[in-house]
């Protein structure tokens, strides 16, 4: 199975949605397999950032890919407790 990794960061925000809802458009479009997300240089991370990790594992499922996230940092960690959804950490185990 092949999988691709991508680093996103500093900011998964609403102030960044459009850029990284692009790299993860380019990345489902192009590769195929697993996509991983390395989180570990993400510093600010608010709902927006929470939308696009959701709806990208979403587009993932659909094709019948899978999402793993690797490395979250601790803002990423923070908020994924928060909302209720630290299984997509779990997942990446």
């Given at each position: 199975?092949?999988t691709?990794?991508?680093?996103?960061?500093?900011?998964?925000?609403i102030?960044?949605?459009?850029?990284?809802?692009?790299?993860?458009?380019?990345?489902?479009?192009?590769?195929?397999?697993?996509?991983?997300?390395?989180?570990?240089?993400?510093?600010?991370?608010?709902?927006?950032?929470?939308?696009?990790?959701?709806?990208?594992?979403?587009?993932?499922?659909?094709?019948?890919?899978?999402?793993?996230?690797?490395?979250?940092?601790?803002?990423?960690?923070?908020?994924l407790?928060?909302?209720?959804?630290?299984?997509?950490?779990?997942?990446?185990?």
């Amino acid at each position: 199975m092949n999988t691709s990794t991508l680093a996103l960061g500093p900011e998964l925000t609403i102030a960044f949605a459009a850029a990284s809802h692009q790299q993860l458009a380019e990345a489902l479009a192009h590769d195929s397999g697993t996509l991983t997300l390395d989180l570990s240089g993400v510093s600010e991370f608010d709902s927006a950032g929470l939308q696009l990790l959701l709806a990208t594992r979403r587009s993932l499922a659909a094709k019948g890919r899978g999402l793993h996230i690797t490395a979250a940092s601790a803002v990423v960690r923070d908020a994924l407790v928060v909302f209720g959804l630290q299984q997509l950490l779990a997942e990446a185990a």
